[in-house]
Nanobody, 115 residues
Framework: QVQIEESGGGLVQPGGSLRLSCAAS????????MNWYRQAPGKQRELVAGISSGGRTNYEDSVKGRFTISRDNAKNTVYLQMNSLRPEDTAVYYCNGAIGKYDYWGQGTQVTVSS
C-alpha cells in the first residue's frame, strides 16, 4: 500500500521559516520524481518545487532563493525548507511522487503565514 505523508506545517510570522517533510512508503522512492505543490483558497493547485531521481531541482519563480527542496533516499523522505516566508505563501502544501503513469499524493499540510 502506497502512503505519502506530509508533516511540518503550521503558523509562522512573515519572514519566518518552516521545514516540511514528506515520508513515502510502498514505492521505490529513489526512482520517483518528488514534488511539492500548494493550493491557496480560491486558487488552482500549483507546482512549488520538484526534485528528480538524480537530484535535479526546479522551482516556481516566486519561491526561488527562498525555498529549497531536497531528498534523502535512505529515509524515503523529501523536504521543503521554506525561508523568508510571506503571507502569500499561505496554502495547503501537498507532496507528490510521480513516475510514468504512477502518481501519488499526500493529504496536505497547512502553512499559514501571518502576524
Amino acid at each position: 500500500q502506497v502512503q505519502i505523508e506530509e508533516s511540518g506545517g503550521g503558523l509562522v510570522q512573515p519572514g519566518g521559516s518552516l521545514r516540511l517533510s514528506c515520508a513515502a512508503s510502498g514505492i521505490p522512492f529513489s526512482i520517483y520524481r518528488m514534488n511539492w505543490y500548494r493550493q491557496a483558497p480560491g486558487k488552482q493547485r500549483e507546482l512549488v518545487a520538484g526534485i528528480s531521481s538524480g537530484g535535479r531541482t526546479n522551482y516556481e519563480d516566486s519561491v526561488k532563493g527562498r525555498f529549497t527542496i531536497s531528498r534523502d533516499n535512505a529515509k524515503n523522505t523529501v523536504y521543503l525548507q521554506m525561508n523568508s516566508l510571506r503571507p502569500e505563501d499561505t496554502a495547503v502544501y501537498y507532496c507528490n511522487g510521480a513516475i510514468g503513469k504512477y502518481d501519488y499524493w499526500g493529504q496536505g499540510t497547512q502553512v499559514t503565514v501571518s502576524s
